[in-house]
């Protein structure tokens, strides 16, 4: 039964990692992009647009928002 346990949840984080795509963001600032892209790992945009936000601000600098674009590699 443990094994049978442990096989489910393999293969359900391996299906979860299959429906992610890859996302090129960009940072804006006051409507303006600026800087470089970055690449980010999400399911969704929306999800894509967050984790490039906090990103962006993790690594300083400023931004007001982001806009994301799917990547197909």
Request: net charge positive; aromatic share 10%; proline share 1%.
């Amino acid at each position: 039964m443990k094994k049978l346990l442990i096989i489910s949840l393999l293969l359900a984080g391996s299906l979860s990692t299959l429906s992610a795509k890859y996302y090129e963001c960009y940072r804006y600032v006051n409507g303006s992009p600026t800087g470089t892209w970055i690449k980010v790992q999400a399911s969704s945009k929306s999800e894509a647009s967050q984790k490039a936000y906090k990103r962006f601000k993790e690594l300083g600098g400023k931004v007001t928002s982001v806009n994301c674009h799917f990547k197909s590699d």
